[in-house]
């Protein structure tokens, strides 16, 4: 064969050679509409709206005086019909301990089965301000009362006056803790290390 065909074959095969890049948003890939590449570890928390739980991973706190926290629910769930029914609800961080039956109660709908039957280990008590239940089991409890629902196009965000706050004494320390943390797609990791920064 001749050697310049040969050349010319080894030059196709190779992978082509670095550049530098011309500006630093090269070096990203863009897509539109891929929310779930949003994603960073958030904990799971559930979320007992009147007395239906859920498993939701899109929660903050909104307003410290008086406190606020919000809650992003699907209108495609049992709960979202609660919410616009005005039931209050309760947020319930648990321990990555319960992350199976975390899974249930975002994965089973609670106008067709009764969850709380479902579950391995979580069991419901009263809340002590607000007509809704809480997980016995939680580590940090939020009662909340409805404070206002801002509609969105597949979900509303809920937002509820904290009342009331539980919590296990000895159980929220820092170097303890783990929470179940939802990465998107189905993965689930956990806070495994402490870093402490002096400001």
Not at 159 to 182: D, N, Q, S, T
Request: with cysteine; net charge positive; hydrophobic share 40%.
């Amino acid at each position: 064969m001749d050697s310049r065909l040969i050349k010319s074959a080894t030059l196709h095969a190779l992978p082509p050679p670095e550049r530098e890049l011309s500006s630093p948003q090269e070096a990203f890939k863009t897509l539109e509409n891929a929310y779930f590449l949003g994603y960073v570890p958030r904990p799971v928390v559930l979320i007992c709206v009147g007395e239906n739980p859920l498993a939701v991973a899109w929660h903050m706190p909104t307003n410290k005086d008086p406190f606020m926290y919000a809650v992003a629910i699907s209108k495609e769930n049992y709960s979202y019909k609660l919410v616009v029914e005005g039931s209050n609800f309760t947020v319930n961080f648990l321990p990555k301990d319960h992350l199976e039956d975390i899974l249930i109660a975002g994965r089973v709908h609670g106008d067709k089965e009764n969850k709380w039957e479902l579950f391995k280990e979580l069991k419901p008590i009263k809340a002590l301000k607000v007509r809704a239940l809480m997980v016995e089991q939680s580590l940090l409890v939020y009662e909340c009362t409805q404070y206002r629902s801002v509609e969105l196009p597949d979900h509303t965000l809920l937002i509820g006056r904290v009342e009331l706050i539980h919590y296990k004494r000895g159980k929220l320390k820092p170097h303890k803790i783990r929470y179940p943390l939802h990465m998107g797609k189905g993965y689930f990791s956990t806070n495994c290390r402490l870093l402490k920064v002096n400001l």
